[in-house]
Nanobody, 122 residues
Framework: VQLQASGGGLVQAGGSLRLSCAASGRTFNNYARGWFRQAPGKGREFVATIGGGGNTYYIDSVKGRFTISRDNAKNTVYLQMNSLKPEDTAVYYC?????????????????WGQGTQVTVSS
């Protein structure tokens, strides 16, 4: 079982990026998927989650700017990030949990991908 995150990069403030997280090794269609991030010198924090039924939830600081979505045919989840700010700079991690219910709790996710760096310049 593997999660592969991609799509990070360097972008100016106000710009956009789309992160992808492709799963392999098993089907994750009924699993909740999540995105987390870790800025330099800080702990990992929840960003967004999407449940098996498509329900979504976001941290307040990204509401209205980020959108999480999933394509079950591709076993992939996306994070569309618009109006990026320098404070969004972090390593972004994708995760999956063996439940259709999304959660903000890091320890509830059993599967993790490697991080992808997002850097937003001012």
């Amino acid at each position: 079982v593997q999660l592969q995150a991609s799509g990070g990069g360097l972008v100016q403030a106000g710009g956009s990026l789309r992160l992808s997280c492709a799963a392999s090794g098993r089907t994750f269609n009924n699993y909740a998927r999540g995105w987390f991030r870790q800025a330099p010198g800080k702990g990992r924090e929840f960003v967004a989650t999407i449940g098996g039924g498509g329900n979504t939830y976001y941290i307040d600081s990204v509401k209205g700017r980020f959108t999480i979505s999933r394509d079950n045919a591709k076993n992939t989840v996306y994070l569309q990030m618009n109006s990026l700010k320098p404070e969004d700079t972090a390593v972004y991690y994708c995760a999956a949990r063996r439940s259709p219910t999304g959660t903000t709790t890091i320890s509830s996710y059993e599967y993790w991908g490697q991080g992808t760096q997002v850097t937003v310049s001012s």
